[in-house]
């Protein structure tokens, strides 16, 4: 197996192909301005709160993500869109929670996707693309096949790099990639064979659109894979962690089954290793963003967000309890306790952002659509369900929500609402709307251990209305729906 940084001849020549797809168009050539930054995206894969250094990961360090928030602004009370994939990147992409936005669940298509996302969305990425920007995003897409209406291409992205399908995203090894809609077969993948770690891959051609387009202003999203089950990483990446990271537990997978290499995930003898590298992997490619910002004299017109998805698995032999990925919350990924949902977040934007900054202000993933129209001085969308977090990361006086508000359909459907210091809960609601509410009060439980319902009659209320109010009716994501 390949060190990570030796990449083989096969990928390099990837890389000059996907660098030379043509990315332009007649915003490209205009100069950047100060009124029109370039914007960054950075969001992990299943990453948790307690899985940075600087949030108290004591098993291994990520110092390049600790530099965004030494150099930025931490918010302390930032949320997902949702607790799983697809419909995190739906409220992230147009504004809108999951009792409005498209896509409310990771329902899978055939023969290869997600169910896509409508093409009378309006995404953030057309909002930039209308205002001037090249748009790019390299990693996982997940919200619809290629070549129907939610293909990156028709949702405002440019460039596309990565995996289209999420479910073929469990899998670091895999036997094609998607560039724009042109289907690259990696060779050295085939059979059995695992060289081309598609992560590099993939960075390589986000560090590409970023140095294309130094004279432009852009906008990258960049959805890493990382680090989502399988785990799975070079091995050199994984030998300096062997033996110094508790007991390993080793994880069988489907090798003999129908779904190796194509959604199910792979055997591996040394989980804990293995994840404490694939985090590792991401903390230096965000140091390569950094550094390629730097060397380009572009790092100052540059704001970098940098997030999760949701929060951590315990999937693939992966082991949250033991790293504390979640921090001081309870829940994992598809819970909407706060470790489901409650994500590290980081803004970073040299002289605009006062350094080493934190902001309590409570805030979401459908707040970015705003905040990047504010960015980029163009009109926001109507009836969105987002507020610009743009005058928190400035300094000055920050408008807030009323409340957020999540829905989850599976595990027999799930509500939940954060209402200042109060938080709802409603499970197993898909057969009984009317079910009982949990509340916890955060500001004296943050691991919502104590629930207060019955002495706060007039708040349970409230949640109830909030509920009802905000789900909206979908044809597709109902309640009953079950994820694969």
């Known amino acids: 197996m390949l060190n990570l940084r030796s990449v083989s001849l096969f990928v390099i020549q990837l890389i000059l192909l996907s660098s030379c797809t043509n990315t332009s168009n007649s915003s490209s050539e205009k100069n950047i301005t100060e009124d029109r930054p370039n914007i960054i995206y950075i969001l992990a894969d299943d990453l948790g709160y307690g899985d940075l250094s600087f949030t108290g990961q004591q098993h291994f360090s990520t110092p390049n993500i600790d530099k965004l928030a030494k ?14 994939c697809a419909p995190s990147r739906s ?23 997600q169910y896509p996302i409508d093409d009378e969305a309006l995404t953030v990425a057309e909002i930039l693309k ?12 997940g919200l619809g096949p290629v070549q129907s209406e939610g293909d990156p291409n028709r949702q405002g992205i440019d460039q596309f790099f990565g995996y289209n399908c999420q479910t073929l995203a469990h899998n670091y090894y895999p036997f094609h990639l998607w560039d724009n809609q042109n289907k690259v077969i990696l060779e050295d993948n085939s059979g059995d064979s695992q060289t081309t770690y598609a992560p590099e891959v993939i960075h390589q051609n986000a560090l590409s659109f970023i140095e294309k387009n130094r004279d432009t202003s852009f906008f990258m999203f ?8 399988e785990l799975l990483a070079p091995s050199a ?23 190796y290499r194509l959604g199910g995930y792979g055997s591996q003898e040394l989980p804990h290793a293995t994840f404490a590298a694939m985090v590792t992997i991401l903390d230096k490619q965000v140091g390569d963003v950094i550094n390629k910002l730097e060397q380009l004299g572009i790092a100052e017109n540059t704001l970098i967000i940098f997030t999760s998805d949701n929060g951590p698995h315990k999937e693939g032999g992966a082991d949250p309890d033991f790293f504390n990925s979640n921090g001081p919350f309870k829940g994992y990924k598809r819970d909407l306790y706060e470790g489901g949902i409650r994500v590290p977040t980081i803004a970073y934007w040299p002289k605009k952002i006062k350094a080493g900054t934190k902001s309590d202000h409570i805030s ?24 610009s977090f743009l005058p928190s990361m400035l300094g000055e006086e920050q408008k807030t929500h009323d409340y957020l508000y999540w829905e989850f359909h599976e595990q027999g459907g799930k509500q939940a609402v954060r209402m200042g210091k109060w938080k709802g809960i409603k499970l197993k609601m898909a057969n009984n709307f009317d079910a009982p509410i949990a509340l916890y009060n955060l500001e004296m439980d943050l691991r919502e251990e104590n629930d207060v319902s019955a002495n706060n009659p007039q708040i349970v209320e409230e949640m109830k209305r909030i509920m009802k109010k905000e789900h909206e009716q979908s044809e597709v994501f109902s309640f009953a729906f079950e994820s694969s």
């Open 71 to 84: 150099g930025g602004m931490f918010f302390t009370q930032h949320y997902a869109g949702a607790t799983v």
């Open 91 to 113: 409220a992230l992409m147009t504004g809108l929670h999951t009792g409005h936005t498209y896509i409310r669940g990771n329902k899978g298509v055939k023969p290869e996707g």
């Open 364 to 387: 979401a993933f459908w707040d970015f659509l705003p905040t990047a129209c504010d960015i980029a001085n163009q009109p926001k969308p109507k009836n969105i369900d987002g507020i």
């Open 130 to 141: 209308k205002g001037g920007y090249v748009t790019g995003a390299f990693g996982k897409w």
């Open 222 to 229: 960049y959805p890493s894979v990382i680090p989502h089950a």
């Open 237 to 259: 990446e994984v030998e300096p962690f062997i033996g110094k990271v508790g007991q390993e537990k080793p994880y069988k997978g489907t090798e003999d089954g129908p779904r």
